[in-house]
């Protein structure tokens, strides 16, 4: 691992990001809290340990089960979610890595966050693990709908299909419920591939998927830099760390992959 200075380090990491043509980013919480929505524990990070009103863990309240046996309870918690990330903005990492990836199409990005923050800044090889808040389901048939936010749900206490009077649901992975198939596989495909560098950003990295990529980069000695003020799971593994916010540190390895025309770029994505 690099551990001299952190402008030896974005040094070293902005010169094997610009020659890299198939960087994968795995991003967390953390980089949106650069766009106001909080890094506390919980489902897109937005809840802490304690239980609900209900006098239940929030686990509990956000499961798979809640929803099939007391749908109301978790449309509640749900629809709080959506409410912290409502008016919310892309960050400039978000936006950063966007314009990185219109530059190497080969760019991924997987994120845990259901905030859809990476999709408005314009990513679009993008795999929501977790799912996103802003689409919705028929828990009983085929109904689905795409939306800014849940305006249109305000004050329900819990939304029904148009089609057939069921509950609606957000396509989201719930507590207890399974990762949806095709993301699985959508990531399994850009392993198989074999990324040529490797980001964890804003991610303590607990679930195994998040950190596999960083394992792997390491046996195939890979550079993997993680931006993170604190310590993670992979801090270990990474070859260079950037003890940084999010978007502090993807400007700065903007403007060193931009030395010249950087500040003007960046204040027209800002």
């Known amino acids: 691992m690099i551990e001299s200075s952190p402008d030896a380090v974005l040094d070293d990491a902005a010169d094997r990001l610009r020659r890299a043509e198939r960087p994968l980013f795995i991003t967390g919480a953390g980089i949106s809290a650069d766009s106001g929505l909080p890094t506390y524990r919980g489902i897109g990070g937005l809840y802490s340990d304690r239980q609900t009103e209900e006098g239940i863990p929030i686990e509990e309240a956000l499961s798979g089960r809640m929803l099939a046996c007391r749908p109301e309870i978790a449309w509640r918690h749900i629809a709080r979610i959506e409410r912290n990330c409502r008016g919310a903005s892309p960050c400039a990492a978000h936006k950063l890595i966007a314009a990185l990836e219109a530059e190497k199409p080969g760019t991924c990005v997987l994120t845990q966050n259901i905030d859809g923050l990476h999709r408005k800044a314009g990513s679009r090889n993008l795999i929501e693990i977790h799912g996103t808040v802003y689409r919705l389901l028929c828990t009983a048939c085929d109904y689905r709908r795409d939306l800014p936010d849940y305006a249109d749900y305000d004050g329900l206490a819990l939304p029904l299909c148009p089609q057939c009077s069921r509950p609606l649901r957000p396509d989201v992975v719930l507590f207890g419920e399974m990762l949806p198939a095709a993301a699985l596989a959508q ?59 999010a978007a502090q540190a993807m400007e700065a390895l903007w403007l060193r992959l931009r030395p010249r025309t950087g500040g003007g770029v960046f204040a027209q994505l800002s």
């Open 187 to 245: 990531l399994a495909q850009v392993m198989d591939d074999g990324p040529d560098m490797v980001f964890s950003i804003g991610t303590t990295s607990l679930f195994p998927y998040i950190a596999h990529p960083v394992w792997w980069a390491k046996q195939n000695r890979i550079a993997a830099v993680e931006i993170n003020p604190g310590e993670t799971g992979v801090s270990p593994l990474v070859s260079h760390r950037l003890r940084m916010g």
